[in-house]
């Protein structure tokens, strides 16, 4: 084995792991380094804002893979240390307390960390931020004693927060800066349905309201006062303001980077044999009508589809992702699924009574299935998302029409 072919992955979480296992699953067998600043073996973290909320979930079911994995596939796993600087030319990176670790490639999977709110008392007690197993076990320890809380954003983490609290029958006000929830990740239709559906649930829902500081007394936060001046009393807030890219190590070493390192289909940066996967890589997508060039896309199929594209580098069989991405969020007893990048220019066509809480929801570009979103219908959204790979053509009312059969109708392709 030559050292100086190994492969250095900083960061150990969904991009790290899977980059680590695809490797070894397409036969590199170099010397595989794994470093992260957590403590916990790498980790589930859909869950810390759903199951492991509401205690359906426990943290010993939240292992990525098992012990065994590590050590059969020869994947040396550095916990609890934290990179501090690469230098791209030599692949190095240097660790806390000085260490150096050299590699022949060096791939950056050190995802994102909440943004913080900068507002006058924003460090109180009881303000809490949602990204790790800590995180979580924090606020659920402080929701068994709350009887009131507020989310501060109303995205896709916020909403699962405000939900679970909710299950465990704390009062919840969410906060949101824009005029409808889950601005950035849906169109108006689904937003506008998602918001019913938490106020139905018993959730305050205030759109469009700025937070202007938090209230305390003796230390521990009792409201959010508002734009408006109204405050929301609580006895804990809990922040769903969004991420930022944990891209300062590269942008150090010289690697262009614009919110998230900056990397093609397969992961390759600006700087040769330094990679880019997950949350942090701003990453090319596959080429498509109104799609952008490049786009985080914070899910676990990115991180997982982008570190398999970037194996295939490694090992000299380059082969990008052509997957469809998608994405899923469990709110009280609903289950999104949403396959493709809708726009807010695409036809939606919804199919099934959105009043149910079981349906779909169609978006159509120049007649093609370009996006998908499902309530309550997993079966939908796995056809779906084959409808949306094949580019398939339906007309509005074939979409709309329950009784029409859309896996047994052969999608008439893409025309070029
Ligand atoms: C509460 C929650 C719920 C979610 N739910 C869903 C969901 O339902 N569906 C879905 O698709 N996605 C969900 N996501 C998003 C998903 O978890 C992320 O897209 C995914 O974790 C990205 O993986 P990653 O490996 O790129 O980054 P991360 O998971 O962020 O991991 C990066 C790791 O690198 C470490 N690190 C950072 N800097 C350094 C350094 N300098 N040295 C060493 N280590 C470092 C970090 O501490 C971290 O452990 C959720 C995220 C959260 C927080």
Same mark, same amino acid.
């Given at each position: 084995?030559?050292? +100086?072919?190994? =492969? $250095?992955?900083?960061g150990?979480s969904y991009a790290g792991?899977q980059l680590?296992?695809?490797?070894?699953?397409?036969?590199?067998? /170099?010397?595989?380094?794994?470093?992260?600043?957590?403590? *916990?073996?790498?980790?589930?973290r859909p869950?810390?804002?759903?199951?492991?909320?509401? #205690?359906?979930?426990? !943290?010993?079911?939240?292992?990525?893979?098992?012990?065994?994995?590590? @050590?059969?596939?020869?994947?040396?796993?550095?916990?609890?240390?934290?990179?501090?600087?690469?230098?791209?030319?030599?692949?190095?990176?240097?660790?806390?307390?000085? /260490?150096?670790?050299?590699?022949?490639? $060096?791939?950056l999977a050190t995802g994102a960390?909440?943004?913080? =709110?900068?507002?006058?008392? *924003?460090?109180?007690?009881?303000?809490?931020?949602?990204?790790?197993?800590?995180?979580?076990?924090?606020?659920?320890? &402080? +929701?068994?004693?709350?009887? %009131?809380?507020?989310?501060?954003?109303?995205g896709f983490i916020?909403?699962?927060?405000?939900?679970?609290?909710?299950?465990?029958? $704390? @009062?919840?006000?969410?906060?949101?800066?824009?005029?409808?929830?889950l601005?950035r990740g849906l169109?108006?239709?689904? !937003?506008?349905?998602?918001?019913?559906? *938490?106020?139905?649930?018993?959730? /305050?829902?205030?759109?469009?309201? &700025?937070?202007?500081?938090?209230? #305390?007394?003796?230390? %521990? $936060?009792?409201?959010?006062?508002?734009?408006?001046? %109204?405050?929301?009393?609580?006895?804990?807030?809990?922040?769903?303001?969004g991420v930022v890219p944990n891209d300062?190590? &590269?942008?150090?070493?010289?690697?262009?980077?614009d919110a998230g390192i900056l990397a093609d289909r397969v992961g390759?940066?600006?700087?040769?044999?330094?990679l880019a996967i997950g949350d942090v890589a701003h990453m090319e997508l596959p080429p498509g009508?109104g799609t952008p060039r490049r786009m985080r896309l914070e899910s676990i199929q990115a991180a997982n589809d982008g570190a398999r594209a970037a194996? !295939?580098?490694?090992? #000299?069989?380059?082969?990008p992702s052509q997957a469809v991405p998608w994405f899923w969020t469990?709110?009280?007893? =609903?289950?999104l699924q949403m396959a493709g990048l809708a726009l807010?220019?695409?036809?939606?066509?919804?199919?099934?009574?959105? +009043?149910?809480?079981?349906?779909?929801?169609?978006?159509?570009?120049?007649?093609?299935?370009a996006a998908a979103h499902?309530?309550?219908?997993?079966?939908?959204?796995?056809?779906?998302r084959?409808?949306i790979a094949?580019?398939?053509?339906?007309?509005?009312?074939?979409?709309?029409? @329950?009784?029409?059969?859309?896996?047994? !109708?052969?999608?008439?392709?893409?025309?070029?």
């Amino acid at each position: 084995m030559d050292r +100086a072919k190994s =492969l $250095v992955i900083v960061g150990a979480s969904y991009a790290g792991v899977q980059l680590a296992a695809a490797a070894r699953e397409l036969g590199f067998e /170099e010397r595989i380094v794994l470093i992260g600043d957590e403590t *916990h073996p790498p980790y589930q973290r859909p869950p810390l804002s759903k199951g492991l909320l509401t #205690g359906k979930t426990t !943290s010993d079911q939240l292992a990525l893979r098992g012990p065994a994995f590590y @050590e059969e596939n020869r994947i040396e796993l550095m916990l609890g240390r934290r990179a501090q600087s690469l230098d791209a030319a030599a692949l190095a990176v240097r660790l806390d307390g000085g /260490e150096v670790v050299e590699g022949g490639w $060096v791939a950056l999977a050190t995802g994102a960390r909440c943004r913080s =709110l900068s507002v006058p008392s *924003h460090d109180l007690e009881g303000v809490f931020s949602l990204r790790t197993l800590d995180d979580a076990q924090r606020i659920a320890a &402080a +929701a068994a004693k709350a009887r %009131r809380a507020c989310v501060i954003g109303g995205g896709f983490i916020g909403l699962e927060v405000a939900s679970a609290l909710r299950a465990l029958g $704390v @009062e919840v006000t969410v906060i949101e800066s824009q005029p409808r929830l889950l601005m950035r990740g849906l169109p108006p239709t689904m !937003s506008a349905w998602v918001d019913q559906a *938490h106020r139905q649930r018993g959730i /305050e829902v205030l759109n469009e309201r &700025a937070v202007r500081e938090l209230r #305390g007394a003796q230390g %521990r $936060v009792t409201g959010v006062v508002l734009g408006d001046g %109204r405050t929301v009393e609580c006895d804990m807030v809990v922040l769903g303001i969004g991420v930022v890219p944990n891209d300062e190590i &590269a942008a150090q070493a010289g690697l262009a980077v614009d919110a998230g390192i900056l990397a093609d289909r397969v992961g390759r940066t600006s700087a040769p044999r330094v990679l880019a996967i997950g949350d942090v890589a701003h990453m090319e997508l596959p080429p498509g009508p109104g799609t952008p060039r490049r786009m985080r896309l914070e899910s676990i199929q990115a991180a997982n589809d982008g570190a398999r594209a970037a194996a !295939s580098l490694l090992v #000299g069989r380059e082969q990008p992702s052509q997957a469809v991405p998608w994405f899923w969020t469990e709110q009280f007893d =609903l289950k999104l699924q949403m396959a493709g990048l809708a726009l807010a220019s695409d036809v939606a066509v919804v199919r099934g009574d959105m +009043a149910s809480d079981r349906f779909s929801v169609f978006y159509l570009r120049d007649g093609v299935v370009a996006a998908a979103h499902s309530v309550n219908k997993p079966a939908e959204h796995m056809q779906n998302r084959k409808l949306i790979a094949q580019g398939a053509r339906f007309s509005p009312a074939q979409l709309a029409d @329950e009784s029409f059969d859309l896996k047994a !109708s052969a999608p008439i392709p893409k025309t070029p």
